[in-house]
């Protein structure tokens, strides 16, 4: 029976998903110093980075396990289908949110100052579909709270360059995240939810899509520009950028056979493409 739950739960946190924030959050404290940060260091900034994003994926489901159990796309996930006990994925939240609060005290006391700005950042993101067709866009300004943390992680003060990341990765997020929403548009028609497909269409949202992506590429290349990066990083955003041209390339209104894979599958290299060719730029 725990085994079981444990799989339920394992299933719903989808920890592979990591791989969206974590390499922009390690690449935030690669930059800050312009070096490597110590082992101790990168394993806090996991440790906040997963909790935080176990927290907020938690929150979501909850949030929203009326709404998922009503779409017949999503009426099997774990909490709308009632595969785990509403009480206990609430003590779970509270759990990683005290994780992310140790994790941010071991790493500087500016950190654990801006933790709970970021524990309201992730709850308020839950309920903004409610209310507006821009939560795509808040969705990835809360995952880009990731690189601005590593920074800060390293650096314990505030400064406004990693903001240019912080623009990067929230328009990546929130190009793939609309895109992914087309699969739900009658669905958020019917029950007055908030998307960009819902209120724009496919042909509008994927063109909101398009628009974010490129604002991604332009935002990342001033990201090399205002730290003074090389080639080496450079080569790392042509070929982000072809794999987002690569995405929208095989997603077209009327075809939306392929967007989980471009939405999941694709995206799940940028930001390991990013850092890999960021830190070979700051080690050569």
């Known amino acids: 029976m725990a085994l079981t739950k444990m799989k339920k739960f394992l299933s ?31 394993l806090w900034i996991t440790v906040a980075m997963v909790s935080a994003r176990s927290a907020a994926l938690c929150l979501n489901r909850l949030i929203d396990r009326k709404i998922d159990r009503a779409n017949p796309r999503t009426s099997g996930w774990v909490m709308a289908a009632g595969d785990l006990p509403v009480m206990g994925v609430w003590l779970l939240v509270v759990i990683f949110f005290v994780l992310l609060f140790y994790a941010a005290g071991q790493l500087n ?35 880009a709270i990731g690189p601005v943390g590593g920074w800060i992680a390293i650096s314990g003060r505030f400064d406004w360059q990693p903001l240019v990341l912080w623009l990067a990765v929230a328009c990546w997020i929130a190009g793939f995240d609309a895109m992914y929403a087309c699969q739900d548009i009658e669905f958020d028609r019917a029950n007055h939810l908030y998307s960009i497909p819902a209120r724009f269409g496919e042909a509008g949202a994927l063109l909101f899509s398009a628009v974010f992506h490129f604002l991604t590429v332009v935002f990342l ?7 003074s990066l090389g080639l080496w990083y450079y080569l790392g955003v042509i070929f982000t950028a072809l794999l987002l041209l690569y995405e929208h390339i095989i997603v077209s209104p009327g075809d939306l056979s392929r967007v989980n894979f471009a939405s999941f599958k694709i995206n799940h290299y940028v930001g390991l493409i990013i850092l890999l060719m960021a830190l070979v730029d700051i080690l050569a």
């Not at 791989?19 to 990168?42: C, E, H, N, R, S």
């Not at 290349?221 to 730290?227: C, R």
């Open 12 to 42: 719903m946190v989808d920890f592979g998903h990591s791989l969206f924030g974590l390499p922009f959050a390690y690449l935030g404290a690669f930059l800050a110093i312009k070096g490597i940060p110590t082992v101790m260091q990168l």
């Open 109 to 143: 006391p500016l950190c654990v100052k801006l933790a709970p700005l970021a524990v309201i950042v992730l709850w308020v993101y839950s309920y903004t579909k409610k209310f507006t067709w821009w939560c795509h866009l808040l969705l990835g300004m809360a995952v």
């Open 221 to 227: 290349i001033l990201n090399g520009i205002v730290l």
